[in-house]
């Protein structure tokens, strides 16, 4: 089956402790992107990779890390978690496209992360 | 910069009633997609509808339908004889073609749906 799959789906944590969220898609896409959802705010682009090794800043990067060592996978880093980082994130992987065509993302389940 | 507008924050409607969600959107791209999505109660994100700015076709599926008009700059949502399983939170989206930030979704609000029965 076709997915995006992302871990933990849920995750407690305490200011100050690092933590990593996975993503993995088995689709073989070159773009994946992270996104967190916040009450009022909205979507919002964290990071996005268009390939391996090709990363770059989305709308609200600030507090995060991510690599793209592998097609498959493109982790969320929170070096220093503090609690304005407590949100859902969403991964999401699609086809690129060249040119000014664009493929559909597709979205992973989402991580619920709480900050204490 | 691109902007997309989903004025009515919650709708409520009785089983059986159709039901329009609106959105309407801003950018200076002449070639962009909108697209639509579901967000259940169970909180993932549903893809339903992509739309490039070439093809102002509306589009049926099922009890779904997708009117995009270019000269209004809106891609508004129906759906025809709803249902209690249609209730969710419901985006409406547009993405970037090129240039910095390719690919990346701009999200409207979200219209939050509620169908009782």
């Known amino acids: 089956e076709a997915q995006v799959t992302q871990n933990p789906r849920y995750l407690i944590t305490v200011t100050g402790k690092k933590l990593t969220v996975t993503c993995s898609q088995n689709?073989?896409?070159?773009?994946m992107s992270w996104y967190r959802q916040d009450p009022g705010l909205g979507l919002r682009q964290i990071y996005y990779?268009?390939?391996?090794?090709?990363?770059d800043k989305g709308d609200v990067p600030e507090g995060y890390k991510v690599s793209r060592k592998e097609k498959r996978n493109f982790p969320l880093i929170l070096e220093s978690p503090s609690p304005n980082q407590t949100s859902l994130y969403f991964c999401?992987?699609?086809?690129?496209?060249?040119?000014?065509?664009?493929?559909?993302?597709?979205f992973g389940p989402g991580t619920r992360l709480l900050v204490l | 910069a691109q902007k997309v507008t989903q004025a009515q924050t919650e709708i409520s409607v009785v089983e059986k009633e159709d039901v329009t969600l609106d959105c309407v959107y801003e950018?200076?791209?002449?070639?962009?997609?909108l697209f639509w999505y579901k967000q259940p109660p169970s909180g993932e994100l549903v893809f339903l509808i992509r739309r490039n700015s070439f093809d102002e076709q509306n589009e049926i599926s099922g009890r779904y339908s997708w009117n995009f008009q270019k000269s209004t700059s809106s891609f508004n949502f129906t759906i025809t004889a709803s249902q209690v399983v249609d209730s969710a939170v419901y985006f409406c989206a547009l993405t970037h073609t090129g240039g910095t930030s390719y690919g990346k979704l701009t999200f409207g609000q979200g219209t939050i749906l509620t169908v009782h029965p």
């Open positions: 689709m073989n896409h070159e773009y």
């Open positions: 990779s268009m390939n391996v090794e090709v990363t």
């Open positions: 999401a992987s699609s086809s690129q496209g060249t040119g000014t065509y664009q493929e559909t993302q597709y």
């Open positions: 950018t200076r791209d002449t070639t962009y997609y």
